[in-house]
């Protein structure tokens, strides 16, 4: 887990030098719990985050929004309301494009007890701040495992596509074009893990159908894998 935080510090810094900031003086900080612990899960949720962020700064200029209170420059450790929570907004001849937002509760026309709010959104640009499926364009859930030679579950995959295709609804095309560089290939709803796809190589056809990515070996120092 010291590669994650490592790389972690590493990118907030190049956010901080490439992102327009409003202040000099606050660092952007990891996922952190209101007690201040260290969890591996959301050390990984927040890695994932700042590269896909530090990724986009090829393409767009990236601005800081900062939350507010004890939020201001960092990031809820479990799924929040985004009102007053910090996240970046990608622009473009300062227009804005899309929002990405970390850790955000999203309303959803099906209502379930089970928490099924992605790691990672990424939202119109229009989008409020109690948003619902209708502001999304793509999702994103990252999972660490201790053994990175460990195979995703099934359920994992499956409670994944349950959130993406049938209660977000995420069937088609992003509704907004994203442009990635290093990871053009996750452009889609991705099951991120340091750990190894449920999915065989040779046989896509589920992923395919609904319309998702399982993204494996993505960690510091690897090369990631991306099936669907």
Known sequence: MSDFLDYINEYSDLLKKGAKWETDDEPLAPVLSETDTWADDYIYEFYCYICLVIDLMNNYDLEFVKGIGKFEYKFPRKAALKK????????????????ICAGTKINCSIALEEDNNPDISFQKPDASENPNEDDIILIMDAKFKEDPKTVLPKSEVYKFITISYNLFNLK??????????????????????????????????????????????FAPKLKHNVLG
């Open 84 to 99: 007053g929570k910090p996240r970046f907004h990608a622009l473009k001849n300062g227009v804005l494009k899309f929002q």
């Open 172 to 217: 088609g095309a992003p509704s907004v074009p994203i442009n990635f560089k290093r990871f053009a290939d996750m452009l889609g709803n991705c099951l991120i893990t340091n750990g190894q796809s449920y999915t065989p190589p040779a046989d896509i056809s589920l992923l395919k159908l609904h319309n998702i990515k399982e993204v494996e070996n």
